[in-house]
């Protein structure tokens, strides 16, 4: 079974500093998609931004990027310019591409993001 | 994208009775997932609900406990049977629509559900 682990329940950023996110996975998958999801406290799920485990070339989504690292099964999420808006709880998510996991997501524990002003 | 409608948001319901909560997609959706979220914690997969066919429990989760209809490509729903206060969680409905498997899963609003 795949598990997601972030080891940071809690981070706190100054407004337009940068923060990293990290988390960590494990998998004997050669394919599969990870994710990040933003969950505000109107509790919506937002996706912030997605890998492809196939590709080598980092994510990128405005003020939001990824550091892959397959070998090391590490997925962190950076947020440049941090704004009031970003604060959050923050989940690392996998989802399995092939087999019988196909489409079922494994969501970390979150990490609660404070941007103080 | 897919909108997803959920219904209700909320509920607080009295120990020993049952809740069914409904999820009803703008479009049409290959995969339809419901997850629970208790409170402060991450988001645990119950089943996947199957359209035509009895859902695809995780372990720990049970079709008595937590029965599911999926009766055509954009609705289901999920029914919290014999509530007890360790089941006042968020209930979220997914869902994943035809493409590219890349594409993200799209979340439902929550029902935020108060058992006394």
């Known amino acids: 079974a795949q598990t997601v682990t972030q080891s940071q329940p809690e981070m706190s950023v100054q407004e337009a500093e940068t923060v990293t996110l990290s988390c960590t996975y494990d998998t004997s998958e050669s394919d599969y998609y990870l994710f990040w999801y933003k969950q505000p406290p109107s509790r919506q799920m937002i996706l912030v931004i997605r890998q492809e485990a196939y590709k080598q070339q980092n994510a990128t989504e405005n003020r939001f990027s990824v550091n892959f690292q397959k070998a090391a099964k590490s997925f962190s999420l950076k947020i440049s310019d941090s704004q009031l808006g970003d604060a959050a709880m923050y989940f690392c998510?996998?989802?399995?591409?092939?087999?019988?996991?196909?489409?079922?997501?494994?969501f970390g524990d979150g990490t609660t993001l404070t941007v103080k002003p | 994208s897919a909108v997803i409608s959920q219904k209700p948001s909320r509920d607080i319901c009295q120990r020993g009775t049952s809740l069914t909560i409904q999820c009803q997609v703008d479009?049409?959706?290959?995969?339809m997932f419901w997850y629970r979220q208790q409170p402060g914690q991450s988001l645990t997969l119950i089943a996947t609900?199957?359209?035509?066919?009895?859902?695809?429990?995780e372990s720990g989760f049970v079709i008595d406990k937590f029965p599911i209809s999926r009766p055509n490509l954009t609705f289901s729903t999920l029914t919290v049977s014999n509530m007890s206060p360790e089941d006042s969680s968020i209930y979220l409905c997914?869902?994943?629509?035809?493409?590219?498997?890349?594409?993200?899963?799209?979340f439902g609003d929550g029902t935020r559900l108060s058992i006394l």
């Open positions: 609900a199957n359209q035509g066919s009895e859902a695809t429990y």
């Open positions: 479009s049409q959706v290959t995969m």
């Open positions: 997914s869902v994943q629509t035809p493409g590219p498997d890349r594409q993200p899963q799209h």
């Open positions: 998510a996998y989802r399995s591409a092939r087999g019988a996991n196909a489409g079922k997501s494994t």
